[in-house]
């Protein structure tokens, strides 16, 4: 009966050795730490002592694990932006209303500044530069033989009363050219015309302000037009232009003085536009009108003109050298000369010619005025100027009609 027993609890030990070993693998397939438990021993007196066997204990294995890793996320970045400065264009906006019209706002000038629109008309005679020191202010007169005015080539000077102080300088040949240099803002040349006497270019800083036909039927000293060049330095060049009116005799230029115009400290001269900005005429209805009367047409009347002082010089002379212009020594003394209307041939002056062949008078008239050579039978109208003026006219003889004696 003992021995029944003992294997009873032989058995029994057995089996709960196995349940602890199947519990030991249970909690290894549950990932949990295994630990080892003691394993039961029965003692009996009755069987020989049992052999301690070592039972395997289940040791832990580290299984990996999914770990959940950081991921970097993209970090947000600021978007370049545009800094607008003075060499980027932004924004540029055109706005077109047609029909309106800006009108330039007036510019502040300092107190007592004068505005011209143009340089004054010279009002002959003008000062000389040759007597007066610089700088010069308003017209001066820069004569044909000023030491500014430069000759390529030497030109022939000429003596006659009606030139600019009684002298000027010519040269037939087109080659030769003359240079002024000045300041100023206005410019008018002082020229001879003649009948051998060609065309000119006025050249102002390298640019042809003019072309001048000297060309004359009779020995005259004649002005250009004035021209604006602005202010500051320029320089002033004359040659020929290498050609002639079908009528003249040659290509030579004659230069009797060059006149020059500088404003004063506060004077300003600001031209005209050439074209001024109109409003961009709109379409409108179309308006039915009927003419009913109309105001009696006003019939013009004659208005006398106001009499005016006129200046007449007339030179007669004997061309002995055929040069065509008036020499020293060559005038012809006591010849009669008259100044009478034009349409009732009324005498209104006379006067003889000096020992240089001149002969000045004055009138005050408000119709046409001819001068008339009774002797030689020669006349000319008398150009009319409004407020009066200054009229000369030359009457050149052949040596071969000279006569002994003029009554």
């Keep these: 009966m003992r021995r ?3 294997l009873i609890l032989l058995l029994l030990a057995a089996g709960l050795g196995a349940a602890v070993w199947l519990m030991g693998v249970e909690l290894h397939q549950r990932k949990l730490t295994a630990a080892a438990l003691p394993t039961l021993v029965i003692w009996s007196s009755l069987t020989p002592s ?4 070592a039972s395997p204990s289940p040791t832990s294995t580290s299984t990996a694990t999914d770990t959940p ?3 970097p996320s993209p970090t947000p970045t600021a978007s370049p932006t545009l800094t607008p400065t003075l060499a980027v264009r932004v924004l540029a906006i055109s706005a077109v209303m047609p029909g309106v019209d800006m009108p330039p706002t007036p510019t502040d000038f300092p107190f007592g500044t004068i505005l011209l629109p143009a340089p004054p008309l010279p009002a002959e005679p003008l000062p000389d530069a ?6 010069y202010r308003g017209w001066y007169s820069f ?3 000023h030491p500014l005015v430069q000759y390529s080539a030497p030109w022939e000077p000429r003596l006659h009363t009606e030139a600019s102080r009684g002298k ?3 040269s037939e040949d087109a080659q030769r050219v003359v240079t002024f240099q000045f300041e100023g803002e206005g410019l008018r040349i002082r020229y001879v015309a003649a009948r051998n006497m060609g065309v000119f270019e006025v050249i102002v800083d390298g640019v042809v302000v003019d072309t001048v036909d000297a060309y004359a039927p009779e020995l005259q000293f004649l002005g250009t037009r004035v021209y604006f060049v602005g202010s500051g330095a320029h320089t002033l060049t004359l040659r020929s232009a290498g050609r002639r009116n079908a009528q003249s005799e040659g290509y030579a230029v004659g230069l009797d003085a060059v006149q020059v115009f500088r404003s004063p400290p506060n004077t300003l001269i600001l031209p005209q536009p050439a074209h001024s900005p109109t409003s961009t005429p709109q379409p409108r209805p179309a308006v039915s009108v009927a003419l009913v009367a109309a105001p009696p047409t006003v019939q013009p009347t004659p208005t006398l003109s106001a009499p005016r002082l006129m200046t ?3 030179v007669i002379a004997y061309d002995e050298n055929g040069s065509r212009t008036v020499d020293p020594a060559e005038g012809v003394a006591g010849v009669s000369v008259r100044v009478v209307e034009a349409a009732a041939n009324r005498v209104m002056a006379q006067a003889f010619t000096n020992e240089q062949g001149l002969a000045q008078l004055q009138v ?3 119709t046409r005025a001819r001068v008339v050579v009774p002797y030689f039978g020669r006349s000319w109208d008398v150009p009319s100027q409004r407020g009066g003026g200054q009229a000369a006219f030359t009457l050149l003889l052949p040596p071969g009609n000279q006569p002994g004696f003029i009554p």
């Design 4 to 6: 029944g027993h003992g």
């Design 50 to 53: 049992p052999t301690l066997t």
């Design 130 to 135: 040759t007597n007066d020191a610089p700088p």
């Design 168 to 170: 000027y300088h010519r």
């Design 69 to 71: 890793t950081a991921v």
């Design 364 to 366: 005050v008239t408000s």
């Design 312 to 314: 007449i010089s007339v």
């Design 143 to 145: 004569e044909s033989d």
